[in-house]
């Protein structure tokens, strides 16, 4: 499996942008998808993920209403469409694919990791 994550960019407060997320094999559709970030000096901390079927969404507390996670099964690609962008967005972002199970946000159960991408968020 190889996820490649694209759409990062420099952009300005309250700006948008929208996150790619492609990915390799046969049963993409088979499994929970989500994004992580990881700012300068910081940890890796959870952004979003979402079910197989798009079905259910699960967002940090930080992005809720800003940020919206979504799929095509069709296209083996998971997005990450981001509004309102603060500075503290800034961050290389990531995708992953979870292991079978229920939706999480822990980190230890996602498996494949892309590249990352990188956002900046300033004026």
């Known amino acids: 499996v190889q996820l490649q994550a694209c759409g990062g960019g420099l952009v300005q407060p309250g700006g948008s942008l929208r996150l790619s997320c492609a990915a390799s094999?046969?049963?993409?559709?088979?499994?929970?998808m989500g994004w992580f970030r990881q700012a300068p000096v910081k940890e890796r901390e959870f952004v979003a993920a979402?079910?197989?079927?798009?079905?259910?969404?699960y967002y940090s507390d930080s992005v809720k209403g800003r940020f919206t996670i979504s799929r095509d099964n069709a296209k083996n690609t998971v997005y990450l469409q981001m509004n309102s962008l603060k500075p503290e967005d800034t961050a290389v972002y990531y995708c992953?694919?979870?292991?079978?199970?229920?939706?999480?946000?822990?980190?230890?159960?996602?498996?494949?990791w892309g590249q990352g991408t990188l956002v900046t968020v300033s004026s």
């Open positions: 992953a694919r979870q292991k079978l199970g229920v939706i999480t946000r822990r980190e230890s159960e996602f498996d494949y």
């Open positions: 094999g046969r049963t993409f559709s088979s499994y929970t």
């Open positions: 979402i079910t197989w079927s798009g079905g259910s969404t």
